[in-house]
């Protein structure tokens, strides 16, 4: 028995993995999957907060954003409406007149006669909005509602499950340079202790100390002095320790 | 820190743009041991830090703006107006 348009974008959203690609990639597949989903659909645009603002940061068409913008101008809309209240929003015709008026009028311009917004929800809280559009009036009916709400549920999801796995990636990754960053300024504290006299707290302040006067990174400070210390072969200190140490 | 030490490391936060964990992440390569807990309450001014905490949340913000070309705007303890 063939499979419903629904049930197979399901399947293959299930079947997506996050670590395959970015989070710029998982959105583009999702966006795909929705019209796949929703047939009715003619293009589709996923919003999303950009630095803080919303955009349509992923789309199928290049008509998405350009119509969406003139909701974002007006600070008001239906997929704005759907990501803010987190509920199910429609224009059943964009040629009609009725609220948001300067979206519609961007929609009709681009041909498009009617919307759909989901709310991508994870948990209580709305992650963004999936909006669907349709060159047809009354394009959308009760089942492509329901087929819509049960494939953002899931999209919400993926979307969510990419975040969490490239925030972790890029956490990792930036761990292991500043593991390696630490290293040196830990060495140039100690060289700076050597002599005696001072704490690792008054060591660590002269090298702010230095970093400060030269308008260098700390860690550029501490490598010199511990390139100094390596390359010398008695205990006076080098220039750069000296000038560190005098400071 | 009530000579206005959370201030400035809110201050450096905005100049950044960075958030919590980021500013979290650069106190680890710069020697720091504080926690993102640490940092938070620190940057809100929830606790007063020590002149060595502010420091290295003064510095690991200096570093980014030092590669940003824009220096060291955020104010070491020894730079802070006295109580």
């Given at each position: 028995?063939?499979?419903?348009?629904?049930?197979e974008?399901?399947?293959?959203?299930?079947?997506?993995?996050v670590?395959?690609?970015?989070?710029?990639?998982?959105?583009?597949?999702?966006?795909?999957?929705?019209?796949?989903?929703?047939?009715?659909?003619?293009?589709?645009?996923?919003?999303?907060?950009?630095?803080?603002?919303?955009?349509?940061?992923?789309?199928?068409?290049e008509?998405?954003?350009?119509?969406?913008q003139?909701?974002?101008?007006?600070?008001?809309?239906?997929?704005?409406?759907?990501?803010?209240?987190?509920?199910?929003?429609?224009?059943?015709?964009?040629?009609?007149?009725?609220?948001?008026?300067?979206?519609?009028?961007?929609?009709?311009?681009?041909?498009?006669?009617?919307t759909?917004?989901?709310?991508?929800?994870?948990?209580?809280?709305?992650?963004?909005?999936?909006?669907?559009?349709?060159?047809?009036?009354?394009?959308?009916?009760?089942?492509?509602?329901?087929?819509?709400?049960?494939?953002?549920?899931?999209?919400?999801?993926?979307?969510?499950?990419?975040?969490?796995?490239?925030?972790?990636?890029?956490?990792?990754?930036?761990?292991?340079?500043?593991?390696?960053s630490?290293?040196?300024?830990?060495?140039?504290?100690?060289?700076?202790?050597?002599?005696?006299?001072?704490?690792?707290?008054?060591?660590?302040?002269?090298?702010?100390?230095?970093?400060?006067?030269?308008?260098?990174?700390?860690?550029?400070?501490?490598?010199?002095?511990?390139?100094?210390?390596?390359?010398r072969?008695?205990a006076?200190?080098?220039?750069?320790?000296?000038?560190?140490?005098?400071? | 820190?009530?000579?206005?030490?959370?201030?400035?490391?809110?201050?450096?936060?905005?100049?950044?743009?960075?958030t919590?964990?980021?500013?979290?992440?650069?106190?680890?390569?710069?020697?720091?041991t504080?926690?993102?807990?640490?940092?938070?309450?620190?940057?809100?001014?929830?606790?007063?830090?020590?002149?060595?905490?502010?420091?290295?949340?003064?510095?690991?913000?200096?570093?980014?703006?030092?590669?940003?070309?824009?220096?060291?705007?955020?104010p070491?303890?020894?730079?802070?107006?006295?109580?």
């Amino acid at each position: 028995m063939a499979e419903s348009p629904l049930t197979e974008s399901l399947a293959a959203l299930s079947r997506f993995f996050v670590g395959d690609g970015t989070v710029h990639d998982t959105l583009h597949r999702v966006s795909d999957l929705t019209v796949e989903a929703v047939p009715a659909a003619d293009l589709t645009g996923i919003t999303m907060l950009v630095e803080g603002r919303p955009r349509t940061a992923i789309f199928t068409d290049e008509m998405a954003p350009e119509i969406d913008q003139a909701q974002y101008d007006a600070g008001d809309g239906p997929c704005l409406r759907a990501f803010r209240e987190q509920r199910v929003t429609q224009i059943e015709s964009t040629r009609e007149p009725g609220e948001w008026p300067e979206f519609r009028a961007a929609a009709a311009a681009h041909g498009i006669g009617s919307t759909l917004s989901f709310p991508l929800m994870l948990e209580k809280a709305a992650v963004g909005a999936m909006n669907l559009y349709s060159f047809e009036e009354r394009a959308f009916g009760d089942r492509d509602r329901e087929n819509g709400e049960l494939f953002a549920a899931q999209a919400a999801i993926v979307l969510s499950n990419a975040q969490a796995y490239w925030d972790a990636h890029d956490l990792s990754r930036g761990l292991s340079e500043a593991m390696r960053s630490r290293a040196v300024i830990e060495q140039a504290k100690g060289i700076l202790m050597a002599p005696g006299g001072i704490d690792e707290d008054q060591a660590f302040e002269m090298l702010t100390r230095a970093s400060q006067r030269e308008n260098i990174k700390l860690r550029d400070v501490a490598r010199r002095i511990v390139v100094g210390a390596v390359g010398r072969d008695g205990a006076t200190p080098n220039g750069d320790e000296a000038s560190i140490q005098g400071s | 820190m009530s000579n206005g030490g959370a201030a400035a490391i809110r201050d450096g936060l905005e100049r950044s743009r960075w958030t919590v964990v980021e500013l979290w992440r650069a106190t680890l390569g710069i020697s720091g041991t504080l926690t993102t807990q640490d940092v938070a309450e620190l940057a809100s001014g929830q606790r007063p830090s020590t002149g060595y905490e502010h420091d290295i949340l003064a510095s690991a913000l200096n570093d980014h703006l030092t590669d940003a070309g824009r220096g060291h705007p955020v104010p070491y303890w020894r730079d802070l107006p006295p109580d």
